[in-house]
Nanobody, 121 residues
Framework: QVQLVESGGGLVQPGGSLRLSCAAS????????MGWYRQAPGKQRELVAR???????NYADSVKGRFTISRDNAKNTVYLQMNSLKPEDTAVYYC???????????????WGQGTQVTVSS
């Protein structure tokens, strides 16, 4: 069984910063990628950023230059540093991991429960 536990969401003023964390735990054999998606009310879930096991990263165009994703492989934890936040960044942020468990030994996607980020004055 795998769990992804997120933390760090909250309310922040425009221009402010937040740091999200997500720790994966359980019978993990290997993690291939971790990242963050977000879903705003009435919109589809969209990729925000992801980081692969080798360290390469992808970002949504809307967050490039403002958000930074990083990963601590020893702790199976991914971070999202969000700077210069805008009201349009308001959404529920979901952590995900593409990983293989010891039992299954094949790549599958796992999701966190989501954390609310609200950018408002």
């Amino acid at each position: 069984q795998v769990q992804l536990v997120e933390s760090g969401g909250g309310l922040v003023q425009p221009g402010g910063s937040l740091r999200l964390s997500c720790a994966a735990s359980g019978s993990i054999f290997s993690i291939y990628a971790m990242g963050w998606y977000r879903q705003a009310p009435g919109k589809q879930r969209e990729l925000v950023a992801r980081i692969f096991s080798g360290g390469s990263t992808n970002y949504a165009d809307s967050v490039k230059g403002r958000f930074t994703i990083s990963r601590d492989n020893a702790k199976n934890t991914v971070y999202l540093q969000m700077n210069s936040l805008k009201p349009e960044d308001t959404a529920v942020y979901y952590c995900y991991a593409d990983l293989a468990t010891i039992a299954a030994m094949r790549s599958m996607d796992y999701w966190g429960q989501g954390t609310q980020v609200t950018v408002s004055s």
